[in-house]
């Protein structure tokens, strides 16, 4: 667990993210500004509801939840950074994230985990630490080019995920998740279906320009959860975009064409925000990795990566 855990140390020694707090992820507009700041997901809000699969979802799948009648479920909201009191107006709070977890027994589970781009900056655990030794020695007043600036001139993708827009939500019920490693689904007859997660919003996508965000309330997002959430469930649909044979499935940073077919999941129905949403984020572990018959991680390496990372993370939550 070498990398994970010089990653986790690295996001904290950049972050100072206080004990008890997920460290940090978010490298937009940290990047852009050249801050030696590193944003993660500290601050978030967990709701309940249910699963509902679709009839297509048991074609492709013979994971409980796409066989069951209905699963209960939670969803963590999130904002990027390892700062818990981040202004939900702050630029560094996107990308925001959501991690759904499938309830399908006692401390049994699996989980699905996105956020509001489809871009990742790295394919590797190595090239994301690297990236982040790059922001720690680049301060403002570093001579040019700087290490980040280098950084990016020689890894293409992660200028694409700095240049990819990231608008505030309206509400975190209206932001599209992308999940950004693919998985592989086994159907019952053993057909194997290469994919990759989306939560779409039943509401639609609705955003804020930067001029209407700035004068929003720190902590809006939370307080529309609580609105919208009076007036009746927030829903998503599951998708998949599924993999054409020869499709990149290793390697997060390589999107596939558009036209690759969108298979719909299921339906999330979210009903209410946990009454001790705090303290079971703290103690809660979501897992990149299934862990659940009918679903397999695919061989691309952040997974492997992403899961010791939060476990490290994890247990030091729990123990702070």
Do not use: C
Request: charged share 20%; proline share 9%; glycine share 6%.
């Amino acid at each position: 667990m070498q990398v994970p855990d010089s990653i986790k140390t690295k996001l904290k020694e950049i972050f100072q993210t206080p004990p008890g707090f997920r460290p940090g992820k978010n490298l937009n507009i940290l990047i852009q500004t050249n801050t030696n700041r590193l944003p993660a997901h500290a601050k978030g809000e967990i709701l309940s509801g249910t699963f509902t699969p679709t009839a297509e979802a048991s074609k492709i799948s013979k994971a409980p939840h796409f066989n069951n009648t209905s699963t209960p479920i939670w969803a963590r909201f999130s904002n990027s950074t390892g700062l818990p009191a981040i202004p939900d107006t702050d630029g560094n709070a996107d990308p925001r994230g959501m991690a759904v977890r499938f309830i399908l027994g006692d401390h049994i589970h699996t989980d699905v985990i996105g956020h509001s781009t489809p871009f990742f900056p790295v394919n590797k655990g190595e090239d994301f630490l690297a990236l982040l030794q790059a922001i720690s020695t680049s301060p403002p007043d570093a001579p040019h080019p700087t290490p980040i600036e280098t950084f990016l001139g020689s890894h293409p993708a992660a200028l694409a995920f700095v240049s990819a827009p990231k608008p505030a939500p309206i509400s975190y019920g209206t932001e599209q998740y992308w999940g950004i490693n693919a998985y592989k689904l086994i159907a019952e007859d053993g057909k194997e279906t290469f994919i990759r997660y989306q939560f779409i919003p039943d509401a639609g996508v609705s955003t804020f320009t930067a001029d209407e965000v700035k004068d929003k309330d720190p902590n809006f997002l939370h307080q529309e959860l609580e609105e919208r959430l009076s007036k009746g469930a927030i829903g998503f649909k599951l998708v998949a975009q599924v993999a054409a044979e020869g499709d990149q499935v290793n390697d997060a940073t390589v999107h596939w064409p558009e036209d690759r077919p969108i298979v719909e999941l299921g339906s999330l129905k979210l009903e209410k925000v946990l009454e001790d949403s705090a303290k079971v984020a703290k103690v809660t572990i979501f897992d990149p990795i299934p862990r659940v018959s009918g679903v397999e991680a695919s061989e691309d390496p952040l997974l492997e990566m992403r899961a010791a990372l939060y476990l490290i993370s994890g247990k030091e939550r729990r123990a702070a």
